[in-house]
């Protein structure tokens, strides 16, 4: 798989603008400061626990049983969903903080950044392409950037697109993402159809 391509699609799920006025509610109790620097400990959490999947997939598909097409049959029907909310978001979301509290990997490494879509598409990517590992972890990379730069600017992307915007710019990740989930779907399918 390409590189760019994986990047996207993980960028994708990631969906860091439509994140962005959860992080803003988490956050807006803390010293600007203490912001900053709780943000950067929960990308980096989410990093460690995205190549931890990246690179114990094959290990946990195993001890698990789970079928390559199976894989690929639930991580599209997953996508879907998620995509399916992003283009239509349901209203208030909980983030089970209490008023006040400082997240701590709950829920902004996990399951806003590193969330089980995000997971299941590392899944199935390792396992599909098992001999690039290093492409892949690359791709990994590029996604936690672009989704570090857009979270820790969150305060000028918030005031450029503005809400109208971000919800958008989510909807159109959304459309993309409903392509990208269904490809899977089908992939799964003709696989399993074929074995």
């Known amino acids: 798989m390409e590189i760019f391509s994986a990047a996207t699609m993980l960028f994708l799920i990631m969906d860091p603008l439509g994140n962005l006025p959860i992080v803003l509610s988490i956050l807006?109790?803390?010293?600007?400061?203490?912001?900053?620097?709780?943000l950067v400990r929960e990308l980096l959490c989410a990093l460690a626990i995205l190549l931890l999947f990246l690179y114990a997939?094959?290990?946990?598909l195993n001890f698990l049983h789970v079928q390559p097409e199976t894989l690929s049959i639930s991580g599209g029907v997953i996508l879907f969903i998620i995509a399916i909310?992003?283009?239509?978001?349901?209203?208030?979301?909980?983030?089970g903080l209490a008023a006040g509290e400082e997240p701590f990997i709950v829920?902004?490494?996990?399951?806003?950044?590193?969330?089980?879509?995000?997971?299941?598409?590392?899944?199935?990517?390792s396992n599909q392409y098992p001999t690039q590992m290093v492409e892949l972890s690359i791709a990994v990379i590029l996604?936690?950037?672009?989704?570090?730069i857009i979270l820790m600017f969150y305060g000028f992307f918030h005031r450029i697109l503005g809400?109208?915007?971000l919800k958008a710019i989510e909807r159109l990740m959304g459309l993309l993402l409903v392509m990208i989930s269904t490809q899977m779907f089908l992939d799964g399918l003709k696989s399993y159809m074929q074995g």
């Open 28 to 38: 807006k109790h803390l010293d600007p400061k203490r912001r900053r620097k709780v």
């Open 57 to 60: 997939g094959r290990i946990i």
């Open 85 to 95: 909310r992003m283009i239509f978001p349901s209203a208030g979301s909980i983030t």
């Open 107 to 125: 829920p902004l490494a996990i399951p806003m950044i590193a969330g089980p879509s995000v997971i299941a598409a590392l899944l199935l990517l």
């Open 143 to 148: 996604a936690w950037v672009g989704t570090f």
């Open 163 to 165: 809400e109208r915007g």
